[in-house]
């Protein structure tokens, strides 16, 4: 029997913008996006997705490469978890230690998302990391272009993930 998948997507942004003034306080609140959310159906066309994976990990003092496919285990099943689509990637960076940096894509058979082993993402402490498209998905080539590179040089970091994702 199948999993099944539905997904619903909200990322939301507010900033409270202040000015003190003679008789008063200006404010302005700024949102992104004002009312946005997004629904994905199980399924493996474009906009739908049929897989998903998360873990919480630590990484010590060397880079860790996820191979989307065909490494990664199911939590509800202990199945083979193989992306042919990768539509959403989200890294949370736990630990929050003052100049510990947890990089993002680089390395040999990269995602096509980072193209080229140079193109890579900087978290921060505590930060996140949010890349989405459900519509088209990024495909994943088995020994070409599935791998997910996380690397937190030469400290110990703990990190949040989520993939989800077709598998067709």
């Known amino acids: 029997m199948a999993n099944t998948v ?14 003190a003034a003679d008789l008063g306080t200006a404010k302005l609140l700024h949102t992104w996006p004002s ?9 493996t066309d474009a906009s739908q ?15 860790e490469a996820l191979d989307l496919a065909g490494s990664l285990t199911s939590l509800i099943n202990g199945q083979a978890v193989t992306f042919a689509e990768i ?3 989200g890294v949370n960076m736990v630990t929050q230690t003052s100049g510990y940096t947890l990089t993002i894509g680089g390395g040999s058979t990269p995602l096509a998302l980072f193209a080229d082993p140079t193109h890579k993402i ?16 990024v495909t994943i080539g088995a020994g070409s272009t599935d791998l997910l590179k996380i690397d937190p040089g030469a400290n110990t970091i703990t990190y949040d993930i989520i993939l989800i994702g077709r598998s067709a």
Do not use: M
Request: proline share 4%.
């Open 49 to 63: 997705c049929d897989l998903v994976w998360t873990d919480q990990r630590t990484v010590t003092g060397a880079a």
């Open 6 to 19: 539905s997904t619903d997507l909200t990322v939301k942004a507010a900033a409270l913008e202040s000015l």
């Open 35 to 43: 009312t946005t959310a997004w629904h994905y159906a199980n399924g």
């Open 87 to 89: 539509c959403f990637i």
């Open 122 to 137: 900087l978290i921060g402490p505590g930060g996140p990391f949010i890349w989405s498209n459900f519509v088209n998905g």
